[in-house]
């Protein structure tokens, strides 16, 4: 047993349970040590178990941890006989039963993957999801309802402290830091170098506060990694970057002059919409009313064309105006000589007047854009079919020519026919030798454009198997990236295991070990085999000598029987046979009688030994102090409920 004890106890601490290094068997747990690493074994396998790691001190809160316990192991499909005594007065071989169970049952790597050794940082996550997830699923508590910071939680219900201190709010600031410096290939001026060696102060120093240097280093890195990613996806996966076949240093500059163009024209119209906003709103009602009179006069005095009924429009439009202006003008000259109500009752009226007016000069002049509408587009129809008719005149001009050369020609017709006949045989002939050496030059011109033309398309086809060559090594290079920084974790993680762990632990000696167990093992195999093929035989040797026996005595019974009846020497011959077979099957009767009494006497012994195993004595006084220590807590119970 000490070698199944030294593979459990090495188990145990490298799932982070807290042994010491002096223990080297079972028997030496103590009831904490059993308690926390039976939870510590149930966390691993399952991260939502939500038990204590200690005992607390009431003795009612111990049994129902140790209940709890039993029932999870129990859950879990423990078959043997479990309860709280099993925990709290532990027996060397039920705890050992206990522990094989659980480790058997902690969780195994597939054999594809990479066997992970649980070091203190795999440990420390694990914790933090289990704590984080049972924060989660645990009910919110007001700030006011928990007493120093205890909070009742868990399965049995515990006291957990809950919140935290120092806490201050996220405040980043905007921090520089040296670019370019770690990359050979970058070229860095002179006058940036000698900035970030003297003048650049440190990122400790660049935040006003020093709470606010993490939020800062934190919001940096995060910009800077976006920044890095989003230029990766658009360069390697955007229509406009590897397609486009520009170097990064062209495609960055025209982007930079595209985002240009477009701020400036974006700042453009932003300012002509806040001139022409304020131009609407600024200035009184005198300004508006003037600017829409000089508005209309050089509408009018620009476009004197027109009907007379725009003319009247316009003309009655203007006296309007003036008729508006004259009445404000008057209005201000007249003297403040009435009251205040009288002034605020005129002043009402003509705001009241004046509104009404305006209502209607806004309508005229909705009016008027509308008219001015209907004029262009009838302005646009017109031009239209002026251009239509030009282009019928310049047809008719050609055609009027063409006949008018005809009618010129008729009246020598024969001499002209045969001149034109001739000036068509010529033009033909000179066409055919055209044809001729155009066919001469169009082959060789032909047979380049399709080489040309193919060393194209092979060329394009080349560049996208190329691209798509270059996209499928970034996915590759970001892969093996990947794999590289897990693998260097893990590094990092067996490093860090491997310095944790005792250097006088020997693997070889461990695998000595358990192959001297399994040989052994086979050793004893194959002795207990010869021990039954020894049993089996000498069984089948006693069931034959019996059967002999019997078959003997009942002959032997026959022969003196039959003489018996004659000779009175056979009598008492057939008298000792009966009295000897039955002493004889005594006999036999007391040998199986004192074998079982002997097997019963071994069993007995290994009943005392596993009692004496059991430590039934000391379980009996810690019984005996934990009965008392229940008495006195009832008693201070019942007590303060009397007081109460």
């Known amino acids: ?63 129902r941890v140790g209940t709890s316990l039993a029932t999870t192991l129990t859950d879990l499909g423990y078959r043997g006989e479990i309860g709280y005594q099993t925990f709290l007065y532990s027996n060397e071989n039920d705890i050992r039963k206990v522990f094989m169970f659980l480790v058997e049952k902690l969780p195994k790597e597939s054999s594809e993957a990479i066997e992970e050794t649980l070091g203190a940082g795999v440990l420390l996550q694990r914790s933090l999801a289990a704590e984080v997830a049972r924060r989660l699923n645990s009910p919110w508590t007001p700030p006011f309802m928990k007493s120093n910071g205890f909070v009742c939680r868990g399965k049995p219900p515990a006291l957990v402290r809950e919140g935290c201190k120092s806490m201050m709010g996220f405040h980043c600031t905007t921090i520089t830091s040296p670019l370019g410096v770690g990359d050979i290939t970058r070229k860095i001026l002179k006058e940036k170098r000698s900035y970030y060696a003297k003048d650049l102060p440190f990122i400790s120093e660049q935040p006003l506060y020093r709470h606010q240097l993490v939020p800062s280093v934190l919001e940096s890195n995060s910009v800077n990694y976006m920044a890095q990613m989003e230029w990766e996806n658009e360069w390697n996966q955007g229509e406009a970057g590897l397609p486009s076949r520009l170097s990064q240093q062209e495609y960055k500059a025209r982007k930079r002059q595209r985002i240009e163009k477009k701020l400036a024209e974006n700042v453009r119209q932003g300012i002509q919409k806040a001139a022409v906003s304020t131009e609407t709103t600024s200035g009184d009602l005198m300004t508006v009313l003037t600017s829409i009179g000089k508005q209309s006069s050089v509408s009018s005095a620009s476009k004197t064309k027109g009907s007379r009924f725009t003319h009247t429009e316009k003309l009655q439009f203007a006296q309007d105006e003036e008729k508006t202006v004259n009445q404000i003008k008057e209005a201000s000259a007249v003297t403040t000589v009435e009251t205040e109500e009288e002034v605020q009752k005129k002043q009402g009226e003509e705001i009241t007047s004046l509104k009404s007016e305006l209502n209607d000069v806004s309508t005229k002049l909705d009016n008027l854009d509308l008219d001015m509408k209907k004029f262009t587009a009838n302005m646009q129809q017109m031009e239209e079919q ?72 092979n060329k394009a086809s080349d560049a996208e198997k190329k691209l798509e060559e270059i996209k499928v090594l970034r996915e590759k290079m970001k892969e093996v990236a990947g794999e590289a920084r897990a693998k260097e974790e893990l590094h990092k993680q067996l490093v860090s295991e491997y310095d944790r762990i005792t250097k006088d632990v020997n693997r070889s000696a461990y695998t000595k070990r358990i192959m001297e167990i399994v040989g052994n093992i086979k050793k004893q195999k194959g002795e207990i085999g010869k021990v039954l093929i ?111």
């Open 534 to 644: 020894d049993t089996r035989a000498i069984q089948k040797e006693i069931n034959q000598l019996t059967g002999k026996l019997d078959r003997t005595f009942t002959v032997t019974d026959e022969l003196i029987f039959r003489d018996a009846k004659k000779d009175e020497a056979a009598r008492k011959a057939y008298k000792q046979l009966a009295a000897l077979h039955e002493n004889c099957d005594a006999l036999i009767q007391t040998v199986e009688d004192t074998g079982g009494i002997m097997r019963e006497i071994r069993d007995l012994e290994d009943q005392i030994e596993n009692e004496s195993k059991q430590k039934t004595l000391s379980s009996l006084e810690k019984i005996q102090k934990d009965l008392m220590q229940m008495k006195k807590e009832n008693s201070t119970l019942m007590s303060k409920l009397k007081k109460q």
């Open 386 to 457: 002026i251009s239509l008719k030009k282009q019928n005149n310049k047809e008719k001009e050609g055609t009027y020519k063409v006949k008018k050369r005809t009618m010129d020609l008729l009246p020598d017709a024969e001499n002209n026919i045969a001149k034109l006949q001739g000036v068509v045989d010529s033009s033909a002939q000179r066409l055919v030798t055209l044809a001729s050496k155009w066919e001469s030059h169009r082959l060789p011109l032909i047979q380049q454009y399709r080489e040309l033309k193919k060393l194209n398309e």
């Open 1 to 63: 047993m000490e070698e199944v004890d030294n593979i459990i106890i090495h188990t145990l601490k490298s799932i982070g349970c807290d042994i010491d290094d002096d223990i080297a068997s079972l028997s030496q747990f103590s009831t904490e040590v059993i308690v926390s690493s039976a939870v510590r074994c149930l966390t691993v396998i399952n991260s939502a178990t939500d038990l204590p790691p200690t005992l607390p001190q009431g003795m009612s809160a111990r049994f």
